[in-house]
């Protein structure tokens, strides 16, 4: 069962788009949910994250929506630039205190490749 | 280092031999996990250490998959009679901390791609 569902598989904008991408998740034990960036070759690296108990939050360009009742969030990507072009992977992460196990470990989508035409 | 290292970036194996992954985390970076990337997909968790103590095992695939990290700093993931569906990058990220984000992300290395013939 996939925990996170992410969508869509591919995205193509032109420069000064607005990309979404969107994701949903089962576990409603979820706590933390991030999102990365991967450029080939590369490592995903942190975007921006966000905790249930907000419903939005907006670093720079990238903004999450979260809405928990839906299990549902997505990234959304102001004045996207060709540079923005990478896959996107959403996360979801359940702290588990005192577990001495599952620390954080982060259960990803599928993942989004995203390119933007100058 | 600024970053996490990964050794070696590339490994070509031919189907049953035995290949070592190396990590080197943040210095000072108390929990270190490693994922598992098939082509066009998330990763995938293997493994986590908060120091040497391997605390979760969960995600590896099965006994032919090893991972250690004897001194709480570099560690080594290892596959043993390497199989086709093996093929994939495997990534180590590490945490300052096991305390709760958002003050503790994970970083990422580049990873290393295996390939299995």
């Known amino acids: 069962q996939q925990q996170v569902k992410q969508s869509p598989q591919s995205l193509i904008v032109q420069k000064g788009g607005i990309p979404i991408i969107n994701c949903a998740y089962e576990?409603?034990?979820?706590?933390?949910f991030p999102w990365y960036q991967q450029f080939p070759g590369k490592g995903p690296a942190l975007l921006i994250a966000?905790?249930?108990?907000?419903s939005e939050k907006k670093e720079g360009r990238f903004t999450i929506s979260f809405n928990k009742s839906a299990k549902q969030f997505s990234l959304h990507i102001m004045d996207s630039q060709p540079g923005d072009s990478a896959t996107y992977f959403c996360?979801?992460?359940?702290?588990?205190?005192?577990?001495?196990?599952?620390?954080?470990?982060?259960?990803f989508g599928k993942g989004t490749l995203l390119t933007v035409n100058p | 280092g600024a970053g996490v290292s990964q050794s070696p970036r590339y490994k070509v194996a031919k189907r049953g031999q035995d290949v070592a992954l190396r990590c080197d985390p943040i210095?000072?970076?108390?929990?270190l996990f490693w994922y598992q990337q098939a082509l066009g997909q998330g990763p995938e968790f293997l493994t986590y250490?908060?120091?040497?103590?391997?605390?979760?095992k969960s995600g590896l695939p099965s006994d032919r998959f090893f991972a250690e990290r004897p001194e709480g700093s570099v560690s080594t993931l290892k596959i043993q009679r390497t199989q086709q569906e093996d093929s994939a990058v495997y990534l180590c990220?590490?945490?300052?901390?096991?305390?709760?984000?958002?003050?503790?992300?994970?970083?990422f290395g580049p990873g290393t791609r295996l390939t299995v013939l």
């Open positions: 990220a590490s945490r300052r901390t096991s305390g709760r984000p958002p003050y503790n992300e994970q970083f």
């Open positions: 576990n409603t034990a979820f706590d933390y």
């Open positions: 966000i905790r249930p108990d907000v």
């Open positions: 996360a979801a992460s359940i702290y588990r205190r005192n577990s001495g196990g599952s620390n954080y470990k982060l259960t």
């Open positions: 210095s000072g970076h108390v929990s």
């Open positions: 250490f908060q120091n040497e103590a391997q605390l979760d």
